[in-house]
């Protein structure tokens, strides 16, 4: 640095501002690198075709809608897998990315598609090592005709990243232009509302969650125009279009975010359940995810109602299951003990979870995640969750899957 005032004084203007440039440079630099998005893949023991965890920092995250295949009658089921990958690359390409930018994948099948055959299309599609982390769940989809959907997490480019929460319609897609097909989570600060559920036949059912979803969104300051994504868990899938019907009109005229369905297996008097990722102003916090419960609705030792992770990092599992094949306790037992490793080493830890996916296809699985997860949460810091009973958790041997969503530990 330059210390010599009169040597500063005798400087012509020209060489002053040389110098200036010259002394800012190198913070500029480093303050562009820091900015800059990265994502750290990690393996472990996942299969080819799935990371571990994905770890994002300074990022954007686009999320797709449910893409499905085309609706060409009478495609093998590998013409269907290749051809919601392509719809996928087009959703990545209407954002500049590129398939080494996808972070997570959720992909819905039938039990007629092995979750093998998938992987293996997956380790094609993907760039070497660059594997998204991929969960997978058996359910019907909203075309009747689909054996496979999915949806999709991914970066987007740092010129491209918005300010604010971006829903794009892709025209090729079709549908009317309010729909939107991928929606932009700027940088800031992230929410994740556990699953919501009101009692009543379907539409009434519906419109009340979406109903509870907002009161939330408004208790932290939030509008329906903070939404990125909806997933939907519901039966029976054949009547889909009527829970559509109740999200678009609860838009009215503004656009509709990603929504994913899930047939799941519940009671006719609660024919539905719902969760929301939606985006909110950065803010200061001494800790990277904090944890909500909302006065009006019961409160858990095993999950809260909604956690938020300040700031633009955070970390997303692959679809976990048991390492070997065991009754409900071995296989729940199997999985927490895969999380705590995966995430130790990935740089967070199980009291920095922030949204928990639990798919279950038996009772004793179900029952056996209710008995044990006390011992594995802290009851002040469990994760906003949703948990679904469905018909296949992607694995024919194993009755429960989790992923996960998490902060870093420091």
Request: hydrophobic share 40%; net charge negative; charged share 20%.
């Amino acid at each position: 640095m330059v210390s010599n005032p009169a040597f500063l004084k005798n400087m012509s203007p020209l060489n002053s501002l040389l110098l200036a440039i010259l002394l800012i440079m190198p913070l500029t630099a480093n303050l562009n690198a820091e900015d800059k998005p990265t994502v750290r893949r990690f393996h472990s023991s996942r299969p080819e075709g799935a990371s571990s965890v994905v770890a994002v920092e300074n990022a954007s995250l686009a999320h797709s809608t449910q893409l499905l295949p085309g609706n060409s009658p009478g495609q093998t089921l590998e013409e269907q897998i290749q051809s919601v990958l392509q719809n996928l690359d087009e959703v990545i390409k209407s954002l500049n990315a590129t398939r080494s930018d996808v972070v997570k994948l959720n992909v819905y099948h039938s039990q007629d598609l092995p979750r093998e055959t998938i992987l293996r299309s997956l380790m094609d599609w993907s760039p070497k090592r660059e594997s998204p982390a991929v969960a997978f769940v058996n359910t019907k989809l909203p075309n009747s005709d689909a054996e496979i959907g999915l949806d999709a997490v991914f970066v987007v480019p740092a010129a491209d990243q918005p300010l604010s929460v971006h829903p794009m319609h892709i025209d090729s897609f079709g549908g009317a232009k309010r729909i939107s097909h991928v929606t932009v989570l700027p940088q800031g600060d992230v929410l994740y509302i556990s699953g919501q559920a009101e009692q009543g036949e379907l539409p009434t059912a519906t419109r009340e969650t979406l109903a509870g979803l907002l009161r939330t969104l408004e208790h932290f300051g939030l509008t329906r125009d903070h939404i990125v994504s909806l997933k939907c868990f519901m039966q029976p899938m054949r009547e889909v279009d009527v829970v559509n019907e109740q999200i678009a009109e609860f838009f009215g005229e503004t656009m509709i975010p990603p929504v994913s369905h899930v047939e799941w297996i519940s009671s006719e008097k609660q024919p539905i359940e719902m969760e929301l990722i939606a985006w909110a102003p950065y803010t200061e916090s001494e800790d990277s995810v904090s944890y909500y419960w909302l006065p009006w609705l019961p409160e858990s030792p095993v999950y809260c109602r909604a956690t938020r992770i300040h700031g633009n990092r955070r970390l997303y599992t692959s679809g976990l299951f048991s390492e070997e094949v065991g009754d409900g306790e071995q296989q729940v037992r199997s999985i927490f003990s895969q999380l705590e490793s995966i995430l130790s080493e990935s740089g967070s830890d199980m009291r920095h979870l922030a949204k928990a996916t639990y798919y279950v296809s038996d009772s004793d699985p179900s029952s056996q995640l209710n008995s044990l997860r006390p011992e594995y949460y802290d009851p002040q810091r469990p994760p906003a969750a949703s948990k679904a009973m469905v018909t296949g958790v992607g694995h024919a041997e194993r009755g429960i899957t989790i992923d996960m969503v998490a902060a870093p530990s420091k």
